[in-house]
């Protein structure tokens, strides 16, 4: 939804009608009316230039891109399962993330850091579009733009010379535009050996910060300064050409394809143990190919 003095704007014409209930305190003798409106619905082309201007950034890109394409197919997906995605990324998170704390945190003398909370909320990312690429190179590439207002409860606990402090990250908001290469891409599944990730541009990353149930970033100058900071660390690892190698397979192998079809056929066993206590044994032949 999108407020404009004097009127209502909606991005979608489907509005839900919320109860609402007003109290006020009127004085003897005063005449007082009401008027309650419906909201005005207007399609984008019957809007004015300064209007359309203001509505820019939250249009996706497929609207505004024609090389942008839509894929709604991909947000419901991860609306539908996102409860599970959730679970699933912040186990793996917590598996990667605990022996690189385990091994760190002796050289600051700190006693442990454990996550006492550790959810990613109720909220999907969005994908406003995807552009792909088409090469003459056996791969495929994607740039999808990707934004996500979430609302996470992260609770670490850090314990130094006896003292615990508790620190949370709430509110966070993401907002980035990967490249993802699937290459080479191979005749085995899942059909491609690598992943490579780059950021196109410097990501928006905005997120609330609490210290024992104090709001850190409420501190003046802390705010954009960690903000920078965090843009310049990622942009430093993972800005375009730097990249972000996942392998998958092993592309000399699976690059590998078969050259025929070897036939073998067992024409008699003799002196065969039974190891079976009850009914028939049950002989298997092992085959090495070298």
Same mark, same amino acid.
């Given at each position: 939804?999108? $407020? ?9 014409? &489907? ?11 009127? @004085?003897?003798g ?7 409106m ?14 359309? %201007? ?7 890109? $497929? ?15 991860l609306?539908?399962m $996102? ?6 990324i ?21 006693? &442990?850091?454990?996550?006492e909370?550790l959810?990613?909320?109720? %909220?999907?990312?969005? =994908?406003?579009?995807?552009? /792909?690429y %088409? ?13 996500w207002?979430?609302?996470p409860n992260?609770t670490? *606990? ?8 508790? /620190? ?13 290469t699937?290459? @080479?891409?191979?005749p &085995?599944?899942?059909?491609? *050996? ?8 410097? @990501?928006?990353?905005? =997120?609330?910060?609490?210290? *024992? #149930?104090?709001?850190l970033? &409420?501190i003046? #100058? ?9 843009k ?7 800005? $375009?050409?730097?990249t ?5 397979? +092993?592309?000399?192998k699976?690059m590998?394809?078969? /050259? ?7 024409l ?7 190891? +079976?206590?009850?009914g028939?044994?049950? @002989?298997?032949?092992? %085959?090495?190919?070298?």
């Open positions: 939804m999108i $407020w404009y003095p004097n009127r209502i704007m909606f991005e979608e014409a &489907s509005i839900s009608r919320l109860p609402i209930t007003l109290s006020f305190v009127i @004085p003897p005063s005449a007082v009316s009401f008027l309650f419906d909201p005005v619905i207007r399609p984008l082309v019957e809007q004015d230039s300064q209007s359309l %201007l203001q509505l820019l950034p939250e249009i996706p890109l $497929w609207v505004k891109n024609p090389d942008y394409d839509r894929i709604d197919w991909l947000n419901k997906f609306e539908v $996102w409860p599970y995605l959730d679970k699933a912040c186990k793996t998170a917590k598996n990667i993330a605990t022996p690189i704390i385990a091994e760190q945190i002796p050289k600051y003398k700190i006693e &442990s850091v454990e996550f909370t959810t990613l909320g109720s %909220l999907p990312p969005t =994908f406003q579009g995807m552009k /792909v %088409l090469t003459e190179e056996k791969e495929l590439i994607m740039e999808p733009s990707l934004k207002a979430g609302n992260v670490i *606990a850090v314990k130094a010379f006896g003292l615990k402090a508790t /620190v949370q990250v709430v509110d966070l908001q993401v907002f980035a535009q990967p490249r993802i699937l290459k @080479p891409l191979v &085995s599944f899942p059909c491609f *050996a690598k992943i490579l990730v780059s950021l196109m541009e410097k @990501p928006h990353v905005d =997120f609330g910060l609490k210290l *024992a #149930g104090a709001d970033m &409420s003046p #100058g802390l705010y954009r300064f960690v903000q920078e900071l965090i310049d660390q990622v942009a430093n690892m993972y800005l $375009w050409p730097k972000l190698e996942v392998q998958i397979l +092993d592309p000399t699976a590998k394809k078969p /050259v025929g079809i070897l036939h073998v056929k067992v008699r066993a003799l002196k065969l143990r039974k190891k +079976d206590l009850l028939a044994s049950d @002989p298997y032949v092992k %085959l090495k190919a070298h």
